[in-house]
């Protein structure tokens, strides 16, 4: 494994919700441009193969490959025979963007909870009802 398959592979870890009425590829699309937006993949990374992938997520392989398919619909990716799919560009802002603080501010926040013992799934609830509570959804018509 290369440097750089090494890299993605510890940057893109994908998640996947079966129970949160998100179809798995978009599901996949979206992880990978959140990565591009915080510039934890950049032009040129290359990502996990789909099987890979299927290895880690239990996911259909062809579920993947779907996801890059639309990911290189959207330009962001491009599929080189034989050798993987690839990140074309970046979502992320150059230098430190106007989320800068809040960034650094989150960073701290989740280092903090982790060294007081807080598990990721405490987190990941804590952080939802307070997501919740900050942007509530809108009511249904």
Known sequence: MSV????VMSVVVFRIDRRSGVATYLQIVRQ???ALRMGALEEGDKLPT????AAATKVNPN???KAYRELER???????QGAGTFITRTL?????????????ALNEWLHQARDEGLGREDVQAL???SFEAAYPAAPES
């Open 4 to 7: 750089i398959e090494r890299k």
């Open 32 to 34: 990978v441009e959140q």
């Open 50 to 53: 789909a099987a890979q992938v």
């Open 63 to 65: 579920t993947t490959l």
């Open 74 to 80: 959207a330009g962001l990716a491009e599929v080189r």
């Open 92 to 104: 992320a802002e150059p230098g430190p963007g106007p989320d800068w603080p809040l960034r650094t």
């Open 127 to 129: 952080f939802r009802a």
